[in-house]
């Protein structure tokens, strides 16, 4: 017998702090760098972000989306068998930050592990899932989360600040016979793995006081990112998802991309032959969230009934690394 994995539920969180680009303006006009918030609007379609309270933590942030997408699908959280999260800000180097969310969740039942591949680890999380549950019949509910919580990790200082807005999102699979996530594709480049992270912290270069002072605990774009590589990769992912899938890129309902850039997203459209209408750009209101934005503009769709029963939707990330990732789902 087929098993599918379908969506059954979704949920989303944003932190209460709005952050407007004319916040960031007024914060980096007193550095002579107002204008680089200007360019950095003009070019990606972002006009605001959310940001978490200082208490807050990337665990945090998932529980919430997690508990709005039990909510929905009238489950409890001792009901589910696996957890996985997907996020490159953990609360902690180790333990994961999968299990922390499965303890604060009350997750009695449910194994758990993160998946940290920056952009493309929900959809990462999403295929993962699909796979396990079509292998082992004792897994029957999972919850797939992505969370971001960059703008801890930068230099307030730092420019790029405007990109990282802070979100969860989360979706709930559980087995079926029909529908469900039906193909996926993945694609990766180490060689630009050195463009944009964090240097120091982990075996390569442990924390240090030499490395906090030099900011090499933070976040920093070191070489810019060939604007060709989501333009290039993201075509080729949902070509990729349309062989496997049987389908044409025409029948897509709804083509969710990472949201960092609307002018690309259109591009891409372009390149399939898919209205751009089909693809959604809500950098707008929700900024650009990282490892949360595909889960983010999914719940968007669905809780606007943008979204419905026979419909398919491809989710495309990308992120740092880089990495690649997709997965057609039936809903």
């Known amino acids: 017998m087929t098993v599918a994995a379908n969506v059954v539920a979704t949920g989303r969180y944003l932190p209460e702090r709005l952050v407007t680009n ?28 959310y940001w978490a309270h200082p208490e807050q933590t990337t665990s945090d942030l998932a529980l919430e989306a997690a508990r709005q997408a039990l909510a929905r699908a009238g489950r409890r959280a001792d009901e589910l068998d696996l957890i996985l999260l997907g996020t490159d800000t953990p609360d902690h ?21 993160d998946i940290s591949c920056a952009c493309a680890a929900f959809p990462s999380a999403m295929a993962t899932a699909a796979g396990l549950m079509a292998t082992n019949p004792g897994i029957r509910s999972v919850l797939v989360v992505g969370a971001y919580l960059m703008q801890r990790l930068a230099d307030p200082a730092d420019p790029m ?22 193909a996926s594709a993945f694609i990766a480049d180490g060689h630009y793995a050195d463009h944009w992270g964090i240097a120091a912290g ?15 605990t933070q976040v920093r774009l070191s070489k810019r990112y060939p604007p060709e590589i989501n333009e290039n990769g993201w075509p080729k992912v949902v070509r990729r998802l349309a062989q496997q899938g049987e389908f044409a890129p025409s029948d897509i309902a709804a083509a969710i991309f990472t949201q960092v850039n609307a002018a690309t997203i259109d591009t891409t459209c372009t390149a399939l032959g898919i209205k751009k209408d089909k693809a959604p750009k809500l950098m707008d209101q929700y900024g650009y969230t990282g490892s949360a934005c595909v889960p983010i503009a999914l719940d968007h769709l669905l809780e606007r009934q943008q979204i419905g029963p026979g419909d398919l939707v491809t989710l495309v990330g990308s992120g740092v690394g880089y990495n690649m990732a997709g997965v057609a789902v039936r809903f």
């Open 22 to 49: 004319d916040e960031l303006r007024q914060q980096f006009a007193g550095h002579e760098r107002a204008d680089v918030i200007d360019r950095f609007e003009a070019n990606s379609g972002i006009r605001q972000r």
């Open 93 to 113: 180097i180790t333990p994961a930050t999968s299990v922390i969310l499965q303890a604060k969740l009350g997750a009695t039942g449910a194994g758990t592990f």
């Open 161 to 182: 600040v405007f990109f990282y807005g802070d979100g969860a999102g989360a979706a709930l699979l559980e087995r079926g016979t029909t529908g469900g996530v039906c």
């Open 202 to 216: 982990g075996t390569a270069e442990p924390a240090s006081e030499a490395a906090v002072k030099a900011g090499r």
